[in-house]
């Protein structure tokens, strides 16, 4: 069986960083090293393994366990977690050097979401060696590009569908994802849509502006209006009993070559979080329709296709699935709750294909991302109970 310490120390010591849309260098820029780490662990497992190619140094891996008694008549439960962690700009910690302290693992990706990986990889393992005769067949599969576009996870789900899959032939009965959620199992959470708009303008010296477009200048009406859209147009949609409204934010912008230059070009990047129930096109084009609206649309404002656009995931269709995991965290003494996230997760395309899909791990987004990532062992350890528990008797619905 696999020790959840050593599996996450050694997980964390592969970058398997995402280039965020920027330029690979090299592969440990991207997840094949980590990707090769887990086929050979797999095996190592005894376990068959499959490759779905995404794009260059870029692959989900997927392993298969069946049940040891009458596979054909027992559930197929899949356990995804994605390959990809974010940047280590910034960070003030040794990013690919894992460090016990004080009960905590630190490290790019100990919490998103190598953390997680741990506990599916030790829950696998256990499960191998000890067989329980009313568990499901199992799949794990680890996605890549999570953090940029949920590609990976768009080509798993595609992969239930048309037969290109050998591990995972049809749609599983059940889906856990793992991401951090402090033991609680999330139902639902927000999509997002994001594009860019760019302002043109005239280039000219500074000691002479009147010859020249200020496109910085272009621009600022538009992030105003966006702000009042997103301060008094947004507010009046009905939001989720779980999630609350949608959200839209301007985080991004860019503009100018020199203080003595009158800028010819500004750019701005746009984040709208959706409701599950909301299609990213049309968010989109109701954002767009309000510029117009404030006479913001001309030949000087041009807004990109969208480079990122994913559904939510709903809470119709996961009550039973989302019952038995908090029933089998109950029996390890934890309390687990059934809530709503505001970010985004590989559910946006594996809960379309799968209704019965829940978002479920160990950490909190709160150290997610941040300079000196870190979990608590005691979090990876509860966590891998109650999911060795619930893979242990799954039965379907």
């Not at 599996?7 to 090293?33: F, K, Q």
């Not at 951090?180 to 139902?187: E, F, G, R, S």
């Not at 809470?315 to 699935?321: I, M, P, S, Y």
Request: hydrophobic share 40%; net charge negative; charged share 20%.
């Amino acid at each position: 069986m696999l020790d959840l310490i050593a599996t996450l120390h050694d997980l964390i010591r592969i970058p398997s960083v995402n280039p965020m849309g920027g330029t690979p260098i090299g592969s440990d820029r991207c997840e094949s090293r980590l990707t090769d780490h887990l086929e050979n662990t797999f095996k190592a497992l005894g376990l068959p393994t499959e490759r779905q190619s995404i794009a260059e140094n870029r692959q989900n891996i997927l392993a298969r366990l069946d049940s040891p008694t009458s596979p054909e008549s027992k559930p197929l439960v899949l356990l995804e977690v994605h390959q990809d962690t974010v940047p280590t700009d910034g960070m003030t910690i040794a990013p690919f050097d894992p460090v016990f302290i004080d009960g905590r693992i630190y490290g790019r990706g100990a919490c998103d979401i190598k953390g997680g990986m741990a506990v599916m990889l030790h829950v696998l393992s256990r499960l191998v060696d000890e067989r329980p005769a009313e568990m499901p067949n199992v799949v794990m599969a680890c996605t890549v590009n999570e953090e940029y576009g949920f590609c990976g996870a768009r080509r798993l789900a595609d992969s239930m569908h048309d037969g290109s899959s050998r591990l995972l032939p049809k749609p599983p009965d059940a889906i856990i994802i793992a991401e951090p959620t402090d033991l609680n199992v999330v139902v639902a959470h927000k999509g997002v849509v994001r594009w860019r708009c760019r302002t043109l303008g005239r280039a000219a010296h500074s000691s002479a502006p009147q010859h020249g477009k200020n496109a910085i200048y272009a621009m600022a009406p538009v992030v105003t209006a966006l702000e009042q859209y997103a301060t008094e147009t947004l507010p009046q949609t009905p939001g989720h009993p779980l999630l609350g409204g949608p959200t839209l934010n301007v985080g991004v912008i860019h503009g100018g070559v020199s203080v003595n230059t009158v800028p010819d070009r500004c750019e701005i990047e746009i984040d709208r979080r959706l409701l599950p129930d909301e299609d990213p096109v049309e968010a989109r084009n109701h954002a767009l329709q309000y510029l117009a609206d404030a006479n913001l649309a001309n030949d000087a404002i041009e807004h990109d296709c969208s480079f990122m656009a994913a559904p939510g995931m709903s809470d119709v269709g996961n009550t039973q699935l989302a019952d038995s995991l908090i029933a089998a965290a109950a029996t390890c003494g934890v309390t687990s709750n059934r809530m709503g996230a505001a970010y985004a997760t590989d559910a946006v395309h594996l809960s379309r294909a799968v209704p019965a899909t829940v978002v479920f791990g160990p950490g909190s987004i709160e150290q997610a991302h941040t300079k000196d990532e870190w979990i608590a062992v005691e979090q990876l350890e509860k966590a891998a109970e109650i999911l060795f528990r619930f893979c242990s008797a799954h039965k379907k619905p």
